[in-house]
């Protein structure tokens, strides 16, 4: 048997399900570790996370797989791993249609920008009454 590859990690196994099963659909033998830890404690404990693996001779088929689907892999990373808010921020940003192609940094700026055009809309029209600022 050859040797078994970390792409994703899910802190609640019901998470990485619909990744495991599109990749088992593409043929990919993939397997969760630590998944009976997780489903016991349901990733409360903050005790570990599930693994979802696949054998080393699949690995770059599983992360083009993964990467045409809108997955990220946590393949690679080591202990080079970004913060969770980071990583959040960045799973969000690269779901909006004009920005998912920029680089995350490119991405931050922009909705800075447009949240601070949103709060003075919101405020211009607050402080208007019948269309007259006060």
């Not at 990919?28 to 489903?39: G, L, R, S, Y």
């Not at 249609?97 to 709060?119: C, D, F, G, N, T």
Request: aromatic share 10%; charged share 20%; hydrophobic share 45%.
């Amino acid at each position: 048997m050859s040797r078994l590859i970390t792409i994703a990690t899910f802190s609640n196994i019901n998470s990485g399900a619909m990744l495991r099963s599109l990749l088992e659909s593409e043929g990919i033998d993939c397997q969760f570790k630590d998944e009976a830890t997780t489903q016991i404690f349901g990733g409360y404990a903050n005790i570990g996370y599930a693994e979802l693996q696949v054998p080393e001779e699949q690995l770059q088929e599983a992360l083009s797989i993964m990467k045409i689907n809108g997955y990220r892999s946590s393949y690679g990373k080591g202990e080079n791993q970004v913060s969770p808010m980071l990583e959040s921020l960045d799973n969000f940003s690269s779901r909006v249609p004009l920005l998912r192609h920029l680089k995350l940094e490119y991405r931050i700026i922009w909705l800075l920008i447009a949240l601070a055009v949103a709060i003075g809309l919101l405020l211009s029209w607050l402080f208007t009454v019948d269309g007259v600022p006060y």
